[in-house]
């Protein structure tokens, strides 16, 4: 009974050892450290400090680094998957990760200007939804300046390109992206009419603090 026991006790206190090292081996992200690394192989597709300037590649200028965490490491794990991204994400350790999320998230994103009269109705579905239709208001998540809960990884979507975001809802509406919690997003999207996405992206990527 005391030699199992003392066997029981060993391999726990082994265990226990091994989750603190490798809980140490991890330090708070470096945005030093996360901006080599974004200056020579993120730049090409997200731009310098990460605003990019093609609209079909997200910013990720003021991003909040749990969400940036959070997609990372998706792509690493195949919960999202894209043809850019996950080649590039695979290789990442994940101290390199939170690097990266610790640099971009510490930019400044660059803005962006809407269609007056598309963001007429994506104001009016930012705000208050479609009662009519069950789409809810996008600022019950990522609040009335569409700036995101970081802690709660709703990301920062203010200033995002218009195209981008349309491209996101749409992939979101199709189900060919998935990684959202609890299907959130793709419940919310099912919803919408490729008007109501065209409107709400342009409105988003007019917004500003």
Not at 173 to 202: C, F, H, Y
Request: glycine share 10%.
């Amino acid at each position: 009974m005391m030699k199992t026991w003392l066997r029981t006790v060993s391999v726990a206190a082994v265990l226990a050892s091994g989750a603190v090292h490798a809980t140490d081996a991890l330090k708070p992200g470096d945005a030093e450290a996360g901006a080599q690394k974004a200056n020579t192989i993120c730049m090409a597709c997200h731009g310098p400090q990460g605003n990019s300037i093609v609209p079909l590649w997200p910013k990720l200028a003021g991003q909040h680094p749990e969400y940036i965490q959070k997609q990372l490491m998706d792509f690493k794990a195949g919960n999202r998957a894209n043809v850019q991204m996950t080649p590039m994400a695979m290789p990442l350790t994940d101290q390199e990760v939170l690097d990266l999320a610790a640099y971009f998230s510490t930019q400044t994103q660059s803005g962006g200007v809407a269609d007056p009269e598309l963001a007429k109705l994506g104001e009016k579905l930012y705000r208050a939804g479609n009662p009519k239709s069950g789409v809810p208001a996008c600022k019950g998540c990522h609040g009335p300046a569409g700036m995101g809960v970081g802690l709660a990884k709703f990301p920062r979507i203010a200033g995002q390109h218009a195209d981008y975001v349309k491209q996101t809802l749409e992939y979101f509406r199709q189900g060919e992206r998935a990684n959202d919690p609890n299907g959130m997003m793709r419940g919310v999207t099912s919803l919408m009419s490729e008007k109501e996405i065209a409107a709400v992206s342009q409105y988003i990527q007019g917004l500003s603090r």
